[in-house]
């Protein structure tokens, strides 16, 4: 088993409080080394849970990022458009994904097929006031919804959004780290290892990011090429 520095100078120092012992009659050998490696284990146990835990938390502002990015018009049939979409039936609000599929018709098209006839009305109404300024057109359990061009200035107001959006997910993604790091401080962890430790987090920290950064301008080139 891989033991960070402050194990080892930890563990060799529980030995020689054994040997000390040993002389004077002390204690059981097997005893205290299972009560060692217990100790070692515990730690790095806490350090992979911490570490693990802000990927996790740093792949889901990721993804929020992509979501809310991918919902900004680009002027083409983008099915990312209606992602966020809620559908109001029987008191209670569906995401359009619940309740019917969205596919590319043509490079100015969506195609909303609804999977059930009665929700087609529901779904319309959803479309229309979802804020996108979209006039979508029943067609049995279908609904045809045309994406209207957009302007120069539009596209303008649009590469800005996302350029916000970006730079909210990079605030959540710098307070997990922090948050990270403040509960590593609290493990009391060997000076060394805990510079490994704040390393091992930047590192992840500026991939998180960039991952961000680079979908970011991925999405800015297709709002300006619209």
């Not at 909303?112 to 229309?128: G, S, W």
């Not at 957009?150 to 997910?169: C, D, V």
Request: charged fraction near 35%.
């Amino acid at each position: 088993m891989l033991m960070w520095a402050g194990q080892k100078r930890w563990m060799a120092k529980g030995k020689n409080s054994k040997a000390n012992k040993k002389d004077k009659g002390g204690s059981s050998k097997g005893s205290d080394r299972d009560g060692d490696e217990e100790e070692a284990v515990d730690f790095t146990a806490k350090i992979q849970a911490l570490t693990n835990d802000m990927k996790d938390k740093m792949g889901d502002s990721v993804k929020h990022f992509l979501s809310e990015a991918g919902q900004l018009k680009t002027g083409r049939a983008d099915p990312g458009i209606l992602e966020g979409i809620k559908v109001k039936a029987n008191d209670a609000e569906l995401s359009l994904q619940h309740v019917a599929q969205v596919t590319t018709l043509d490079p100015r098209t969506l195609n909303v097929n609804v999977f059930d006839p009665d929700m087609v009305k529901l779904v319309d109404k959803a479309i229309r006031e979802s804020g996108l300024d979209l006039n979508p057109q029943p067609v049995g359990n279908n609904i045809k919804v045309p994406i209207p061009k957009t302007t120069t200035e539009q596209r303008q107001k649009y590469s800005k959004m996302a350029g916000g959006l970006a730079e909210n997910a990079k605030v959540a993604i710098r307070r997990v780290r922090q948050n990270c790091l403040d509960k590593l401080k609290k493990l009391d962890l060997p000076k060394d290892d805990m510079k490994r430790q704040e390393k091992e987090v930047q590192t992840l920290t500026e991939k998180a990011i960039k991952e961000v950064e680079d979908n970011l301008k991925k999405r800015q080139d297709d709002i300006m090429k619209a």
